[in-house]
């Protein structure tokens, strides 16, 4: 993962790092908006496009020449979302609360 | 999956026959430098999936609670400093710029870059821990530690103000709260003493266009820390904050 | 463990290459390291099975007569807590795996020895902090601590308790991580994934949970010791906490650990199955994946503990439904191994007897398990002494008997000797009674209504317990027969050959015992797993009379 | 002969003879399995023995055998998790109008306390053939009642209600476990469930008592001042209380959700985590001030207004109930 390109990615880089400002004070401004449940949705998305970004570029998940790291980020993801889901599916159907 | 096995066989270099043409970096058991380095970043990339479960578990208890006490943790949230709470996002995503900018400059022999980002995150790290002691310093004053002192009498429900929130809901929330961000500035310390280490090595000209493993490493460590924060903020901080 | 001095000239090897005590505390060889845990997984066995031992004999009466109330409650703690975390969950993957994987494949040690031997430190540290824990009066929770009891009520040591755990925990995690990476990265060229031993498959598989699951039990115990200390309200009612919480995710964790227990077990009847009808496994690619499956499945079914703990009936019918999915691919092992004595040519060694004890006990064991996952019976059952019947046929009748398999199968290349034939055989049948005397009558027990964790109990429920408590002194018998003859053949077994099974696999084409790096040359494969038949036409097998001598 | 070895529970509820036909079913099962597979594999060894000059024959394997010992297994379970939700869900749904039990577990013993107001301590007198729903609690730790005659078994908890039920059909005396590790004396919070003839019961029941258990929860209502806000009219601050239970309530963050027993718990509890639609958040909380012995009592007067006829305290089973005032019958009841 480390040769994935010998071409300067400073570009790149400072590219993201701007994404992810942008997206911060996104969040910090929607937060005062009235967006009903939605406030939490759109929290969420713009977090995960955050995490998203520093894993693709700055862990250079995106470059890596095999798809095993790939493979390893999305089944952590699958299992911790088995966690919540399988969780909620407690939680979310108590019959009273 | 595409990984292969090791291909190259080498048939002079067993036992401890380590001849000087060899990297000092590499070692014994392993057939050659790519073979090392893909072993440490697979190794790295698992030891973070095994963060993500730690992170887990406390992420599912906030989501239940969440649901469970809404109100009551959108009225603690909103006690917490969210100005401070965004400036520490805005400052831990510039120390991953750092990191990257590290990388980048070992890559590229720039050794003075290299040295310079790396102690730019350092600082940007001591920066967030100083922040998040600011931050604490308020909820200690303001007893909303956990704990016998602990008070939250008569603060009205963001959505409801002729409404006050519940203490020992609100307790859950800054449990959770402490918690959560406790550990993950564990983490933060835990990373400042792995940069010094690795500003160390930077120093002593250890990393080279060939060899700087153990920056990736530790850049893979940091970033991990930056996502925890991404997605800790927003549920922390901004539960129910509008007017 | 002291190096095997015979009287011959022996070769240089990874025992005798160096002396001293140094050099085994900081050794970072995969075969020594597994040798200081099978030293240590021996001593935590045996702790636990005196504890088991004092258990059976409190409850050959039904009136408390031999210890407290409050002694028989730790004396059931202590020995959950040190069988599942000190002895099972390290048992295999740290002693066979360790010693194993590398030689498996081809490779000359672990992907990070370091870290292999940082993990027994963390192993070690545990395990002094939980004799400390105990000497010092122990816990009284069960194996499963749930709150509020063990939050609020309990005035035991909970807390230290919980950290050996924890740290024992990471040492775990840390063997796991150790061999993803060993197993991906390491394998020798033409070592391709369709020619791995099963046993390396079964590892992978356990090493899958050991990674994903072992931090959720790591956050959960941090969250009970800083309820416990600071008294804030994650799982205590009281205080607006939930305790079902805590068992979601004690058990989001502590189920799929059942299977870290059975699978490297697995893992090892595959290949003693496998050798000794001389034969390509069954279904190899089934086998192979339903290790995988397994694991995956088993992340989907932890509620399945929890039927009557007040849980919503929805939650509870979703996982019993998925229960019945993870017994699938066990089934399919089943039948795979069966399927694999068909027409092959098979001997009654040590391990098969070994292996063919997993094979029945496994299979009642897992029958029983479908039992539980069903809601009806299981709201009867749960909590019984059905329960207790259920797990100990398969960690201590499967797991535990596929360890014991796997010892002996591999006994010649870790020591160099030949255990004593015949011996070994009375003590796997020794072992095979004792077991089915201790557990059998519990099933009764449980279905007639005895609740587990009971340190008295009815009058009616005695004979059966008497049965029960004779077994386990023939246990006990059984198992210390076997430490004893290892240790002796040590220094008086016969010198063993490298290949004494004429057995497939890269650990055989080491020398007995294998030098530190394992292989003179770097090993290239470009043969199937198992190819029996290959070697069988080339060797004549080894004919019956030349058995290992019998003691 | 079997009194000190038995083989098999007593059979003493309308559910047991659910449960043991299934487990039949899944010893028959399960019995074949291990029949089939212990045959074949002591057949193999002792037919496949290794012979001199005999080699194995390889086999690969093959797929359509693996499909068929996945998905005959599969279907056979699915039989079986069938079979097993529907005996649980019937063991999981209190009929209508079941005789009402409050139980209240602690370290180490049952306190019951029946609908009519008696109260006993590690005994339950129930009828034969008569349903009756326990609605349980615990004072501190996890505990779980479990009747093995009955097949029956249910974890009790702190700060909130479980539910379970049962139909006794055999007159006896049964054990009552603590099936839930709860600390020192677990093996000590056993009990017996003594099931009798009707008019045996009633006999029984005709024993010393304070009344019916809403009745006492009448008392506390108004000791506690709820009266002020809860009126049978409009005029109070708080709803009229008549009907809520078992009836939905539609709340101001526009939920709604059936009135059961946990949520009136949570009600007196924690008014403010559910707060009925066009009221003000004003009830204060009671925790703390009313034992669960009292919470039971006003969660059975509040249900006691939702019976055909409210207005005022009901028994559950319409019984006349004599005032006599004669010290309890038996020392299993407990006057306070
Ligand atoms: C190594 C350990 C291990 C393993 C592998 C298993 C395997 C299984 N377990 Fe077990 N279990 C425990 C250890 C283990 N368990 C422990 C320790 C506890 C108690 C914890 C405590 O409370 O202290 C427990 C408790 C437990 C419970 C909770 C009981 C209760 O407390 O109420 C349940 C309920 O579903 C369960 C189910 C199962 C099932 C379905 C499997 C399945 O994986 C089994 C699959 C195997 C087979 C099914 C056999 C082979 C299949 C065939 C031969 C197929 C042919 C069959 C047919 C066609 C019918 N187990
Ligand atoms: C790997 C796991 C494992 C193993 C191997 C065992 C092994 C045994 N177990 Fe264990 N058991 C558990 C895991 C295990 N158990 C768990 C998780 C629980 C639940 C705990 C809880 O409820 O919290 C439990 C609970 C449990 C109970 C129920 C207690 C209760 O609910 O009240 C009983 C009762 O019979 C029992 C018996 C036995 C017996 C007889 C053995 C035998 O197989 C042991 C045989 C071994 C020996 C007898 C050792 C031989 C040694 C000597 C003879 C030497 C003497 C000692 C010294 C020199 C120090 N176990
Ligand atoms: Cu109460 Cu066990
Ligand atoms: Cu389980």
Excluded at chain 2, 27 to 54: C, K, N, Y
Excluded at chain 3, 223 to 233: C, D, K, M, N, Y
Excluded at chain 3, 527 to 543: G, K, V
Excluded at chain 4, 84 to 106: I, L, N, Q
Aim: net charge neutral; aromatic share 14%; glycine share 8%.
């Amino acid at each position: 993962m480390s040769d994935h390109s010998k071409s300067s990615p400073l570009k790149m880089y400072f590219s993201v790092w701007a994404a992810l400002l942008v997206g911060t004070i996104i969040t910090y401004k929607a937060a005062f908006l009235e967006l009903g449940r939605f406030n939490a949705a759109v929290a969420l998305t713009i977090a995960t496009v955050k995490a998203l970004l520093v894993a693709l570029f700055f862990m250079h998940i995106r470059g890596a020449h095999e798809k095993l790291l790939k493979l390893v980020v999305i089944s952590t993801i699958f299992f911790l979302i088995l966690l919540l889901a399988l969780s909620m599916a407690d939680y979310g159907t108590r019959l009273w609360s | 999956m595409s990984d292969s096995p090791a291909v190259a066989i080498h048939g002079e270099a067993h036992g401890e026959a380590h001849g000087a043409a060899h990297n000092p970096a590499l070692l014994h058991h392993f057939a050659e430098p790519q073979q090392q380095r893909d072993a440490a970043s697979l190794g790295m990339w698992i030891f973070l999936a095994t963060e993500v479960m730690f992170f887990g578990g406390l992420f599912c208890a906030y989501l239940i609670y969440r649901r469970w006490y809404f109100e009551d943790f959108g009225a603690a949230s909103k006690s917490i400093n969210a100005t401070l709470g965004a400036t520490n996002t805005a400052v831990l995503i510039c120390s991953s710029l750092t990191v990257v900018l590290a990388i980048w400059a070992a890559q590229t022999s720039r050794r003075a870059l290299l040295i310079g980002s790396l102690v730019l995150t350092m600082l940007f790290g001591v920066a967030f821990l100083g922040i998040k002691g600011v931050e604490y310093k308020e909820k200690f004053e303001e007893h909303h530690v956990p704990g016998a002192s602990f008070s939250f009498d008569r603060v009205p429900i963001p959505r409801h103000p002729d409404q006050y929130a519940n203490p020992q809901h609100a307790q859950i929330f800054f449990s959770l709260y402490f918690i959560m961000t406790g550990l993950h500035a564990l983490h933060m310390i835990i990373g400042l003493g792995i940069f010094t280490w690795l500003l160390i090595m930077a120093w002593k000209g250890r990393f080279t266009p060939e060899y700087y493993t153990p920056l990736e490493m530790g850049g893979l460590y940091w970033h991990f820390v930056d996502i925890v924060w991404i997605y800790l903020f927003p549920l922390l901080y901004l539960i129910d904050r509008h007017p | 463990m002291a190096t095997p001095s015979g009287p011959q000239g022996e070769r240089e090897n990874y025992l005798n290459k160096h002396y001293g005590v140094g050099s085994w505390l900081l050794t970072t060889d995969h075969k020594r390291i597994a040798l200081l845990y099978l030293i240590s997984i021996t001593f935590f066995f045996f702790i636990g099975g005196f504890f088991a031992l004092l258990i059976r004999l409190e409850l050959l009466t039904p009136a408390g007569d031999l210890v407290q109330a409050d002694s028989y409650n730790k004396l059931f703690t202590m020995h959950g807590m040190v069988m599942v975390f000190f002895f099972l969950i390290p048992s295999i993957p740290a002693v066979l795996g360790n010693f194993l994987v590398p030689m498996m494949i081809g490779a000359r040690d672990l992907a990070f020895p370091r870290i292999n031997l940082l993990s027994w430190y963390l192993y070690i540290i545990g395990g002094v902090m939980m004799m400390h824990c105990m000497l010092t009066g122990g816990v009284d929770t069960g194996w499963t601590f749930y709150t509020p009891f063990s939050t609020a009520f309990t005035n035991t040591k909970i807390v230290e308790a919980g950290l050996a755990i924890f740290v024992a925990g990471f040492s775990s995690i840390l063997t796991g991580l150790n061999f993803v990476v060993t197993i991906h990265r390491m394998r020798a060229p033409g070592m391709t994934w369709s020619r791995l031993p099963l046993f390396i498959w079964a590892h992978y598989a356990t090493s899958i949970i050991q990674i994903l699951g072992t931090p959720v039990i790591a956050i959960t115990i941090v969250l009970v010791a800083v309820e416990r200390t600071l008294h804030l309200g994650i799982f205590d009612p009281k205080l607006g906490g939930d305790p079902l919480l805590f068992q979601h995710l004690f058990w989001f964790y502590s189920h799929p650990a059942v299977y870290i227990m059975i699978l490297p077990s697995m893992g090892i009847v595959s290949e003693i199955i496998a050798c000794f009808s001389r034969k390509r496994i069954f279904g190899y690619s089934f086998v192979a994946l339903s290790s995988i499956a397994i694991a995956v499945f088993g992340f989907l079914v932890w509620a399945h503990h929890m039927f009557v703990a007040g849980i919503s009936v929805y939650a509870a019918l979703i996982f019993s439904l998925l229960s019945y999915a993870v017994a699938v691919p066990s089934a399919v092992k089943v039948f795979n191994w069966t399927a694999t004595l068909y027409k092959g040519s098979i001997r009654y060694d040590a391990p098969m007897l070994y292996a063919f004890g997993f094979l029945g006990l496994f299979t009642i064991g897992g029958l029983t398990g479908l039992f539980l996952a069903c809601l009806g019976i299981d709201v009867h059952v749960t909590d019984t002494y059905f329960v207790v019947a259920h797990f100990h046929y398969i960690m201590v009748g499967g797991a535990l008997m596929g360890y014991l398999g796997g010892m002996h199968f591999w006994w010649p290349k870790i020591s160099g000797r030949l255990y004593p034939e015949g011996w070994a055989r009375l003590a796997a049948l020794i072992v095979f009674i004792g077991f089915n005397l201790t557990f059998f009558p519990q099933f009764i027990l449980g279905y007639v209504g005895m609740p587990r964790r009971y340190y008295q109990y009815p009058q009616e429920f005695q004979v059966l317990n008497v049965l029960s408590t004779a077994g386990a002194t023939v246990l006990g018998v059984g198992y210390l027969l076997p430490m004893i003859y290892f240790l002796w053949s040590m220094r008086y077994g016969k010198p063993a050959p490298d290949n004494p099974w004429n057995a497939a696999g890269l650990e055989w084409k080491t020398p007995s015992p294998p030098t530190t790096f394992n292989f003179e040359e770097e090993p290239v494969v470009t043969w199937e797993a198992y190819n029996y038949e290959e070697i069988d036409a080339h060797s004549d097998i080894r004919p019956d009379e030349e058995a290992p001598s019998v003691g | 002969m079997f009194d000190n070895f038995p083989l098999w529970p007593d059979r003493a509820s309308s559910t047991a003879g659910n449960v043991d036909a299934l487990y039949i079913f899944l010893l028959i099962v399960s019995g074949l399995m291990t029949l089939l597979i212990f045959t074949a594999v002591v057949y193999f060894a002792a037919r496949y023995r290794r012979q001199h000059g005999v080699n194995a024959e390889q086999i690969d394997g093959s797929t359509p055998l693996e499909l068929t010992w996945s998905i005959i297994p599969l279907a056979v379970f699915m039989v079986i998790f069938l079979w097993g939700a529907v005996v649980y869900f019937k063991g999981r749904t209190p009929p209508r109008d079941s005789t009402e039990v409050y139980v209240v577990a602690k370290q180490w013993m049952w306190k019951l306390e029946h609908a009519e107001g008696q109260r006993e301590i590690n005994e339950l007198h129930v009828p034969v053939g008569r349903d009756v729903k326990l609605i349980m609690t615990s004072q501190d730790v996890i505990h779980s009642f479990y009747v093995p005659a009955f097949r029956m078994k249910q974890d009790v908890l702190p700060g909130r209600y479980t539910v379970a039920w049962f139909r006794a059909t055999k007159p006896g005396t049964y054990h009552l476990f603590c099936a839930e590790y709860c600390g020192t004396q677990h093996s000590g919070m056993i009990g017996s469930i003594i099931v009798q003839e009707p008019a045996q019961y009633e006999a029984w029941m005709s024993g010393g008592t304070t009344g019916p258990l809403s009745a006492t929860g009448e008392k506390i209502f108004a000791e506690l001042g709820c009266v002020t806000c809860h009126r049978t009219d409009t005029q109070g601050r708080g709803p009229n209380l008549q009907g809520v239970f078992g009836k939905p309530v539609l709340l101001e963050d526009g939920r709604t959700l059936t009135a059961d027993e946990n949520y009136v718990r949570e009600s007196i509890l924690d008014p403010g985590a559910k707060v009925v639609k066009g009221f003000k958040p004003v009830m204060p909380t009671f925790q703390g001030l009313v034992s669960e012995e009292q919470l039971n009592a006003l969660v059975a007067y509040v249900k006691s207004l939702s019976q055909p006829g409210a207005g005022g305290a009901k028994t559950a089973a319409a019984e006349p109930q004599p005032a006599s005032s004669k010290p309890p019958a038996k020392g299993s009841q407990v006057n306070r």
